[in-house]
């Protein structure tokens, strides 16, 4: 029986039943989306124990690795992917530098540009906020893209943050982003670590999940913001991943900085608010008719940024605004396609800027649409077409309206069409020199070839009158053609097919004459300059100009009709084409190369993309050599001479230099390209580009070897040795190594390699009187660091070794006979050796230290884990004329256990700073810190940054000893892993005081029988220069084992009793320190501390109870009987003797004997504040001061009496004198400061004596 489900149903409910089965159909298919991770299986590493059974794969180091297991425990199920030093056993990583990653294949479906990426994370590693040291990081890359072990993915593809510090829980990463649908990418987690400290532990992932969905299309139903939801269909607002339509009727404003869309629509009408700067349409761009995009708010123009087509049928009004403003940019990862048959107002767009990173083509379908602004090439291939693209609006200068605007070239240009630009009436473009390469913006046509290659042309305006605009056509070509052009007696043999063509489409400017350069990189070898500018079959009128052999052609002396008469050619003779390489094998194999020759001394040499040439026999030579792109020269035995005559031979590498073993020889200079690499694990390179005549010597402006990493894979030299034989030869300053360009990360250079600053024979002088032998080595991000460093002699004009910047050395320092090394701040992970007749002349700082690039500016620096040592058998100073120490700052930082060891004496003369490590000095070899005029500093000490062994500081004339125990007192020693630092805070007269310090964790001394037991730690402060210049000395010493019973002693010999003394000493926390001064008589130098015996009751000292004082006395100035005053105020509080005497205020004498503090104390108050008015009327003389015998005393009235007290308030002397002049004898006491009061009348006057 057939049954009939909808009999009882009308036929309306029918139709609304169906419909709503339509629309959850609609629906469901519209908001479907694709798990390409889950998080419980793959993405959570549960399909199996290895990274393959999960469909991730490793690109790991010879170290560290990426694992799967359950070590860092799994944030769920039993397994996660985590960072092992150890193939997985443990959670850590090496302290290596090194850059391993993790990644995952997927595909984003068709019309599924919503990414939502989750992942759970736990790392520690190191570097606060954005220093980038030690992390992880997620980068989403196309899937074309290839990671390399060691090598950093560019910053462009990360998503996220960094992520570290965080290793406890297992944090949560949510990312959403929009991708391009229908491509494949890898998602990639990268582990990056350096060379410095290990923070374990490092990365770990679990739980990744990535879900694509397809995007919701909003159409707005009313006028209103972009943000508001009220403005859509949906009353929501889009994502960047959404699409959207603008439709007809409706204004919608972009209100909001920053807004993103996928692809857009409009019909309607589509404005910017004053607030939106910026706009950026991640997919499609259409605008159809009657649509209108409105890239402005007022005058103030806006900017777009359009990542794929951009499709304009209606209009687009990009017209408003200045230079840094209304911006149209395509920045896509694939090719783009700009068209449609709508208009731009007034036929303009204001700035223009082209970066698109793929391998295809930006389609341009405009023609004669005007630039007004900048127009900026970041990257990007531009195919015009049949089409003319136009920068500037007229003949006046700038980028302002009927202006000539402005090319900013960076790379990419167009690949073909026409490229007109305006010309001011006075502008003459970029002057054209022989032999030189332009590359200035002025005057430049961007062109390049299909695969990217510069065929850029230039035009230079000799006398110009009357601006307009010239055009240049390129056609582009993969071929060359014979040819038998002569010009003038130059007969060419072959032109490339690639073409050239100028016009004047409109305004006609006027000149006296033109220079042209036309660029054609690669389209054939050229072993010089001599490629000449030609017609298709016909030589051209003007003069050759010397190119390069990149090759470049130049003309000068055309006139406009003879420039712009037809399409223009270059090409030369096979005379001056390179003896090239046609297959890859051994250089002395004559079949391999293109003249069926081995190359000689006469021949310019170039090896081919996709070619290795070899050098493994004796006896190789050419006159100069070019690595193309793709190609490889590697040296593995026998040598190689670059240069057999005159020392300006270039070494040109664009493709990969490796040494191995062997010899490279290059008279002239080294130049590496951008894409290159150069790479030494053996052998030896030995540069030399100075003749002693700078015809024959490398050109000024030229550096001996220059470097442009890529990447991290760019440069490494890992053995051999790098000589680099004299200074620049030019007068003007010159560096003989330069890093340079853009790389953010680390080149591999390692302590394995030697680089050598001359050769140990030759003394050819340098040109410039300062620079020498001048490297830098920062760049504009990172910088270039040194393995071991050998600086040459013999002596020689100019030869000495100096550098812009401060320089990492992960190696050793040795400076030899006749050789100096002037880098003024170095940091250096090895040791240091000046050997006889060596100087190391260090200005600003001396870093034992393992160093890093950080940025631009910046150095970071971690401990040394090497045993380092410094030895001097040369002269090491702080400044080239008059120095006054070896070193003016030096920074201790090493990790070993075996720390620094100094070989010989080292003076600073400003900061000495220990933050990690243990440096070992002797009596022989002593390290002094200060000189007689600077006292100098030290920074840091602690139980793990110490002086293990005797440190001498230097005190200055004329210091007065206050208590003071800081940096400027501090001997930070200690013995044997015991840290026990002590102060030394002295009184000096007569000239500079250096007082030599150290600890010793041993102690054979003796001690009395109010001594119960003697530490076995203690110091000595002993006198070695200077002596006669101590007047006393406050002392400190720091020793864990110090408690409340103990006392400070001091013995007269090393080995002797040790016993208390005068003055008392006071416990504090872990330390002891002397109340107040030691008198020199009495200073041995030798200090220890005990417990005492205290039996009895020690009296308190007796005095006057109420003593008058003059304003600014202290309470030395008290007169107290008792032995070892110690002052206290009202509340206990110990009072120093300098403490400033207030009227009515009562203080509390205790005296210590034998060791023993009374517990009773004498009170003392302080009565009237003597005025002084009337002591400052009566003449009062006293000298000479420093006294050693006789003090003067001469008054204009009697002086009545006088009394001599030391600064333990004990009175030393007293005299009733009862005349106007009197000589005290002072003879008899000790060196020290005293208070002198004289009685004059009913007034009182108190001065300060020094008996020296």
């Known amino acids: 029986m057939e049954k009939n489900y909808f009999g009882p149903i009308s036929q309306r409910a029918k139709a609304k039943l169906f419909l709503k089965f339509l629309l959850l159909l609609v629906s469901t298919s519209t908001f479907s989306q694709t798990t390409l991770i889950n998080p419980t299986t793959d993405g959570g590493f549960e399909n199996g124990n290895t990274l393959a059974a999960n469909g991730w794969n490793a690109v790991n180091a010879s170290v560290d690795s990426w694992n799967v297991g359950n070590v860092p425990v799994a944030g769920a199920g039993t397994n996660c992917a985590f960072v092992s030093s150890t193939g997985g056993a443990t959670w850590q990583y090496s302290q290596t530098s090194s850059v391993i990653h993790l990644y995952k294949n997927i595909t984003v479906p068709a019309n599924e540009p919503k990414i939502t990426l989750s992942f759970r994370w736990k790392v520690g590693g190191e570097g606060t906020g954005t220093n980038d040291w030690d992390n992880m990081k997620a980068f989403l890359v196309p899937s074309s893209y290839n990671p390399v072990s060691g090598v950093p993915i560019p910053p462009n593809y990360q998503i996220g943050t960094l992520y570290k510090l965080s290793s406890t829980n297992w944090s949560t990463a949510n990312i959403s982003l929009a991708v391009v649908p229908g491509n494949s990418y890898k998602l990639v987690f990268s582990w990056k670590s350096d060379i410095l400290d290990v923070v374990n532990p490092p990365a770990a992932i679990d739980q990744v999940s990535m879900i694509s969905n397809p995007p919701r299309t909003f159409t707005s139903v009313a006028s209103g913001n972009w943000n508001l939801p009220a403005t859509w269909d949906i009353n929501a607002v889009p994502t960047s991943a959404d699409n959207a339509i603008v439709s007809t009727g409706t204004t919608v404003t972009l209100n909001v900085n920053n807004l993103a869309i996928n692809d857009l629509t409009i019909n309607g009408t589509l404005n910017y608010a004053t607030a939106a700067a910026t706009f950026a349409v991640k997919g499609n761009l259409l605008v159809n008719t009657g649509g209108n995009l409105d890239a402005f708010a007022g005058t103030t123009g806006k900017s777009l940024v359009v990542s794929r087509n951009l499709t304009n049928n209606g209009n687009i009004d990009l017209s408003k605004g200045t230079a840094v403003n209304n911006i149209l940019t395509f920045d896509g990862i694939i090719p783009q396609t700009i068209g449609g048959t709508g208009t731009f107002t007034n036929n303009l767009i204001r700035n223009l800027t082209f970066n698109n990173s793929s391998t295809g083509v930006i389609t341009w379908n405009f023609n004669d649409l005007r630039v007004g602004g900048n127009l900026t090439f970041t990257k990007g291939k531009v195919a015009l077409g049949s089409n003319t693209l136009i920068l500037g609006t007229g003949v006046a200068a700038g980028t302002g309206n009927n202006a000539i605007g402005a090319l900013v070239y960076t790379s990419g240009g167009f690949v073909s069409g026409t490229f007109s630009r305006w010309w001011a009436n006075t502008a003459t473009g970029t002057a054209l020199t022989a032999g030189s390469q332009p590359t200035a913006a002025l005057g430049r046509y961007p062109f390049i070839s299909s695969t990217g290659i510069n065929r850029a042309a230039y035009v230079q305006r000799v006398t110009p009158t009357v601006g307009g605009q010239i055009a240049c056509k390129y056609v582009d070509a993969a071929t060359t053609s014979a040819s038998s052009i002569s010009d003038s007696g130059y007969v060419l043999d072959s032109k490339y097919d690639g073409n050239w063509t100028f016009s004047t489409p409109g305004t006609v400017p006027v000149s006296a004459t033109y220079n042209i350069a036309l660029i054609g990189q690669n389209a054939y070898l050229a072993s010089n300059g001599n490629s000449r500018i030609i017609r298709e079959t016909a030589a051209v009128e003007g003069t050759h100009l010397n190119g390069t052999n990149l090759p470049m052609g130049q003309r000068t002396g055309l006139t406009l009709a003879q420039l712009t008469q037809s399409p223009l050619y270059i090409g030369l003779a096979f005379a001056d084409t390179p003896n090239a390489s046609i297959a890859s094998g051994n250089w002395n194999n004559a079949a391999i190369w293109s003249k069926g020759n081995v190359p000689n001394c006469n021949e310019i040499v170039s090896i081919a993309p996709n070619h290795t040439v070899s050098i493994n026999s004796a006896g190789n030579s050419c006159k100069g050599l070019t690595v193309s792109l793709g190609g490889k020269l590697s040296v593995s035995g026998g040598d190689l001479i670059v240069g057999c005559t005159d020392n300006n031979n ?374 070695i220069a200077g002596n006669a210049n101590l007047l006393n000395a406050n002392v400190r010493i720091v020793d864990a084992g110090i408690t409340a019973n103990s006392k400070m002693l001091k013995s007269a010999t090393a080995n002797g009793e040790y016993a208390v003394f005068s003055p008392a000493s006071i416990v504090a926390a872990d330390n002891l320190y002397t109340y107040s001064s030691i008198r020199v008589s009495d200073f041995s130098g030798y200090f220890s501390h005990g417990q005492i015996i205290c039996s009895g009751t020690v009296a308190e000292p007796t005095g006057s109870p109420v003593q008058d004082f003059v304003t600014g006395q202290t309470l030395a100035d008290f007169v107290v009987n008792g032995s070892d005053i110690i002052w206290y105020d009202a509340d206990g509080n110990r009072l120093p003797l300098s403490t400033i005497l207030v009227s009515g205020t009562t203080y509390y004498a205790s005296q210590t004997i034998n060791g023993c503090e009374s517990s009773g104390r004498l009170a003392v108050t302080a009565g009237i504040n003597l005025e002084t008015d009337d002591f400052e009327a009566i003449a009062f003389k006293y000298y000479p001061n420093p006294v050693s015998d006789r003090l003067n005393l001469v008054a204009s009235e009697n002086i009545d009496s006088v009394e001599i007290y030391n600064l333990l308030g004990q009175r030393v002397f007293s005299k009733k004198i009862d005349a106007m002049q009197e000589q005290l004898d002072f003879s008899q006491l000790p060196k020290g400061t005293y208070i002198l009061k004289a009685a004059i009348g009913n007034v009182m006057k108190n001065v300060k004596i020094v008996k020296k």
């Not at 010899?663 to 080294?670: E, P, R």
């Not at 015809?695 to 402006?701: E, I, L």
């Not at 090497?866 to 030895?871: D, G, S, V």
């Not at 070993?896 to 002797?922: D, H």
Request: with cysteine; net charge negative; charged share 10%.
């Open 650 to 1023: 270039t070494l040109n590498v664009l493709g990969v230099l490796e040494v191995t073993a062997g010899t490279l020889n290059v008279n002239g200079n080294i130049s590496t390209s951008f894409g290159s690499v150069f790479s030494q694990s053996g052998g030896n390179i030995n540069v030399d580009g100075n003749s002693g005549n700078a015809a024959t010597s490398v050109p000024n402006g030229t550096r001996i070897i220059n470097i442009i990493p890529e990447d991290s894979e760019s440069l490494n030299w890992t053995g051999g040795i790098l000589t680099i034989v004299d200074p620049h030869a030019s007068t003007t300053a010159n560096d003989v190594l330069r890093i340079d360009g853009a790389f953010e990360g680390s080149v591999n250079v390692t302590s394995g390699h030697t680089i050598r600053f001359g050769d140990g024979i030759s003394a050819q002088s340098g040109g410039n009187a300062t620079n020498g032998f001048r490297i830098n080595c920062w760049a504009t991000v990172t910088g270039l660091p040194l393995g071991n460093v050998i600086v040459e002699g013999p002596e020689g004009t100019n030869r000495y070794l100096t550098s812009t910047y401060p320089v990492p050395v992960n190696g050793d320092l040795t400076i030899n006979n006749g050789a100096e090394c002037r880098i003024s701040t170095i940091y250096l992970n090895g040791s240091a050796m000046v050997n006889i007749g060596g100087i190391l002349t260090s200005t600003t700082g001396f870093f034992f230290a393992n160093a890093r690039f950080v940025n631009e500016s910046t150095v970071a620096f971690g401990p040394s884990l090497n045993l380092q040592q410094l030895t001097n058998n040369g002269i090491i100073r702080n400044l080239v004329a008059s120095p006054t120490a070896n070193f003016t700052n030096m920074v201790f930082n090493n990790g070993s256990t075996a720390g620094v060891t100094l070989n010989s004496p080292v003076s600073l003369s400003g900061t000495l700073t220990l933050n990690e490590g243990k440096v070992n000095t002797s009596n022989t070899n002593l390290l002094t810190v200060g000189t007689v005029t600077v006292a100098g500093d030290i920074a840091g000490g602690s139980a793990t940054a110490y002086i293990n062994g005797p440190l001498a500081r230097t005190f200055g004339n004329n210091r007065t000893a206050v208590g003071t125990y800081s940096n400027v007192t501090i001997y930070p020693v200690g013995k044997d892993g015991s840290y026990l630092p002590f102060y030394i805070d002295p009184s000096t007269s007569g000239g500079a005081l250096q007082i030599k310090g150290e600890a010793f964790v041993a102690n054979s001394g003796t001690f009395p029988s109010n001594v119960s037991s003697l530490s076995n730690n203690r110091w000595e402060a002993l006198l």
